[in-house]
């Protein structure tokens, strides 16, 4: 069954970077992409962006671009969000969830992973 | 950004009555492809987003069939027939048609 299984929560100062990571299984990671997806607390859910981890193609969100790095490493099915720059409102739940591999074809977000919490304060 | 709004922001129901959400778009959600790309996610308390419904109206596995989705172009509808106990919580519409994906704000689904 198609899993998607993040890294721990995390705790960060103000300007620091965070990497968060998602590790597929069930699946043919390379013929896949993954979106990611944050949510403030108590708050709704924000598309940062997507990547193909067919051939590292990226589209990023216009609130985060220049702050985010979307990257795969498919010798371990696993895709990063790193995050740099970190303010309070950056603390969020974030989420990754599978897509189609290419850059045109619509996104679809059918399967999620359980999110990681990433905490930012001084 | 095509934008999604989503009404209405709370819902109250009475056990074994219909709900419904509805998500209305900025713009067309016809895909190229001819498929229009919107989606209903419901999230509990304290869990991940699940996807419900797909393509409009398409139901992913295992998720019971007192959902449906209808609707095309920019008006789209999520509907429960009979709301029970484990449906409550938060539902999202989205839409995948264009390059960057816009959620709607959200519907708290609540027993009264």
């Known amino acids: 069954q198609v899993q998607l299984v993040q890294s721990g929560a995390e705790v960060k100062r103000p300007g620091a970077s965070v990497k968060v990571s998602c590790k597929a299984s069930?699946?043919?990671?390379?013929?896949?992409?993954i979106s990611w997806v944050r949510q403030a607390p108590g708050q709704g859910l924000e598309w940062m962006g997507w990547i193909s981890a067919y051939n590292g193609n990226t589209i990023y969100g216009q609130r985060l671009q220049g702050r985010v790095t979307m990257t795969t490493d498919t010798s371990t099915s696993t895709a990063y969000m790193e995050l740099r720059s970190l303010r309070s409102d950056d603390t969020a739940v974030y989420y990754c969830?599978?897509?189609?591999?290419?850059?045109?074809?619509?996104?679809?977000?059918?399967?999620w992973g359980q999110g990681t919490l990433v905490t930012v304060s001084s | 950004d095509v934008v999604m709004a989503q009404s209405p922001l709370s819902l109250p129901v009475t056990l074994g009555q219909p709900a419904s959400i509805s998500c209305r778009s900025s713009?067309?959600?016809?895909?190229?492809?001819?498929?229009?790309?919107v989606s209903w996610f419901q999230q509990r308390p304290g869990q991940s987003p699940r996807r419900l419904i797909y393509?409009?109206?398409n139901r992913d596995s295992g998720v019971p069939d007192r959902f449906s989705g209808s609707g095309s172009a920019t008006d789209f509808t999520l509907k429960i027939s009979r709301v029970e106990t484990e449906d409550v919580g938060v539902y999202y519409c989205?839409?995948?048609?264009?390059?960057?994906?816009?959620f709607g704000g959200g519907t708290k689904v609540e027993i009264k």
């Open positions: 713009e067309s959600l016809e895909h190229i492809d001819g498929n229009t790309y």
């Open positions: 989205m839409q995948g048609t264009h390059g960057r994906v816009t």
């Open positions: 069930g699946y043919t990671f390379s013929h896949f992409g």
């Open positions: 393509k409009v109206s």
């Open positions: 969830a599978r897509e189609p591999p290419a850059q045109d074809a619509a996104k679809v977000l059918d399967f």
